[in-house]
Nanobody, 127 residues
Framework: VRRLVESGGGSVQAGGSLKLSCAGEGGTPTINSGAWFRQVPGKEREGVAAIDESGITIYADSVEGRFTITRDAAKNTLYLQMDALYAEDSALYTC?????????????????????WGQGTQITVSS
């Protein structure tokens, strides 16, 4: 089964930074768009950041200005740079690739309308 693999998770103190990477397993087609979602036990998964084929990005209000999503086509990798981390950012972060939803990415980009998914990587921010 083709899927994505996240890396870069771990523990950090509040105010620190982490950078997550998301790459396709062997045989995974080009990642032309993608998103990062996060989930904590007992809560629904939420969209954090997403980027479409043209480079349009959307962010959750809670991370706007602190997180940056980018895509490196040459490496076929999706990234999430996370700065000024809060304890509330602690969660399991999962990447998704290749959006197949409706045309308006700004509205549907945080829906689970992606072809490929990772298994998730844990981020723990200590205060």
């Amino acid at each position: 089964v083709r899927r994505l693999v996240e890396s870069g998770g771990g523990s950090v103190q509040a105010g620190g930074s982490l950078k997550l990477s998301c790459a396709g397993e062997g045989g995974t087609p080009t990642i032309n768009s993608g998103a990062w979602f996060r989930q904590v036990p007992g809560k629904e998964r939420e969209g954090v950041a997403a980027i479409d084929e043209s480079g349009i990005t959307i962010y959750a209000d809670s991370v706007e200005g602190r997180f940056t999503i980018t895509r490196d086509a040459a490496k076929n990798t999706l990234y999430l740079q996370m700065d000024a981390l809060y304890a509330e950012d602690s969660a399991l972060y999962t990447c998704a690739g290749n959006f197949y939803g409706a045309a308006d990415f700004r509205i549907y980009g945080f829906r689970p309308l992606y072809v490929y998914w990772g298994q998730g990587t844990q981020i723990t921010v200590s205060s």
